[in-house]
């Protein structure tokens, strides 16, 4: 589903910066924002006080506290362990994708609070909860005992779904990556904090030990080739064919770190993990590299196993695109940067041109709809400075003044969008341009910055 834009409440507040940036300041007061951290605040302020161009820092100010400013529904830190329900943004709703994708790059700053680490833990065991009540779903309703209402969801009236759907279940869609997004947020947490207290816990050991059953999913024939089938995209659209490519790869990524997670403490699910996650990966390599009669050697989005591919790419992650950022390819290997021109061109059919934007879109969003994730991975994949720069100037264009992404604008108007709040392109948003503070800072910081 998506939603075009209403009347937004863009009431500036002032700021330090006041008047060196064309974007308002929209967070919150802090008596109102949903949930503080002083090292995410930190270190905001230490980038925005070196970034040459105060637009960006602004955009960055916005919208990288998005997540904790505005989508922290319930935090519970509770007697044995927390749990946390983020909303998507304007849908009241907990995605197992957009929610690791909101809080995956507070992460690594969760040791030095607190708090933070409850909170980020609070969200693995959130959704390992809410996979327990129902594997095949890809969003949920907050539990009971947070006391949030259950709206019902206007677009899922009239689906029919086998299992039933749950109680705690707000759209049930097999879509692979939801499942996957638990367990990259799993690892990413325990590589970065050390924790690995809840690798033992049954709730979420128990979402590990049914993996088998998660990939038993109908859908169109397809076969058997060793990859798994997923029966919707990222983008919560169905798939054309069932063997969905970048989730797959996302998958074989995952399940060699659950392998390295839990070799000690789970050795049986762990060798499992390790052996599916090289059949998998060999599958994509022996079975969805084709030709395109204008480019060779490609990977396809989707394949049946029997011959049949759709050559295309979809912005919502993962996608081909983000194939390298995920830890499945590097980004200088033949294949991907063949994929990669493929998906840049005019032969991917969601990729828009108009007289000043370019970029990948969704058919989630139709035709001529530039999603900004897509232009974030395009910097995050991208070895070259010009083109870093040049899509950076497409990101500050497509805000169309809010200060905030959005989750799509039209080619050729900016001020042409969906969704206005839409927190994971928030958080993408901000973990581009903590990429390049770390990786290029020549690119947007002055000469005497520290990366934090």
Not at 81 to 100: C, H, K, N, Y
Not at 415 to 425: D, G, H, K, L, V
Not at 428 to 442: N, V
Request: net charge negative; charged share 20%.
């Amino acid at each position: 589903m998506f939603m075009f834009k209403s009347s937004v409440n863009n009431e500036e507040t002032t700021t330090k910066t006041e008047n060196q940036s064309k974007f308002p300041f929209v967070r919150p007061k802090e008596s109102e924002r949903k949930f503080c951290s002083p090292i995410i605040e930190k270190v905001i302020n230490n980038m925005t006080l070196k970034m040459k161009d105060k637009d960006l820092a602004r955009l960055f100010e916005n919208c990288w506290p998005n997540t904790l400013d505005t989508t922290v529904a319930w935090f519970n830190v509770g007697e044995d362990f927390p749990r946390t329900f983020i909303v998507t943004g304007d849908i009241p709703a907990m995605w197992l994708r957009d929610s690791t994708n909101q809080v995956i790059s507070y992460v690594p700053y969760s040791k030095c609070d607190d708090k933070l680490k409850n909170l980020i833990l609070g969200v693995i065991y959130m959704q390992a909860e809410l996979i327990i009540c129902d594997p095949y779903a890809n969003a949920y309703y907050a539990p009971p005992e947070s006391k949030l209402p259950h709206p019902k969801n206007p677009w899922s009236g009239t689906d029919i779904t086998t299992p039933p759907p749950s109680s705690a279940t707000w759209e049930k869609k097999w879509e692979l990556d939801s499942l996957v997004s638990f367990l990259k947020l799993s690892h990413n947490y325990w590589h970065n904090t050390g924790d690995d207290s809840f690798l033992t816990n049954k709730i979420w050991l128990t979402r590990n030990t049914t993996e088998t059953l998660m990939m038993e999913g109908i859908g169109a024939p397809v076969r058997r080739i060793g990859l798994v089938k997923s029966q919707f995209r990222p983008s919560d659209d169905s798939t054309t064919f069932p063997f969905l490519i970048p989730s797959n790869a996302f998958a074989s990524v995952e399940l060699s770190h659950l392998h390295e997670m839990i070799d000690s403490t789970s050795p049986d699910i762990a060798k499992k993990a390790k052996n599916l996650s090289q059949i998998i990966r060999e599958s994509i390599y022996s079975n969805a590299i084709i030709s395109h009669r204008h480019f060779e050697n490609i990977l396809a989005y989707e394949i049946d196993g029997y011959g049949s591919s759709n050559l295309m790419d979809d912005a919502n992650l993962p996608s081909l695109l983000s194939l390298p950022y995920f830890g499945f390819i590097d980004n200088n290997d033949k294949i991907y940067l063949k994929t990669r021109d493929f998906v840049l061109s005019d032969w991917n059919k969601f990729r828009f041109s108009g007289e000043k934007f370019n970029g990948v879109g969704s058919p989630h969003t139709g035709l001529g709809y530039i999603w900004p994730m897509s232009l974030c991975m395009k910097i995050l994949t991208s070895t070259n400075d010009q083109e870093i720069l040049e899509t950076l100037e497409l990101l500050k264009e497509s805000s169309a003044g809010t200060g905030l992404m959005h989750e799509s604008f039209y080619y050729n108007d900016p001020n042409n969008y969906t969704r206005s709040w839409f927190a994971w392109a928030n958080s993408l948003f901000g973990e581009t341009i903590l990429h390049l503070a770390k990786e290029k800072p020549y690119l947007i910081m002055i000469d005497d910055f520290k990366f934090i």
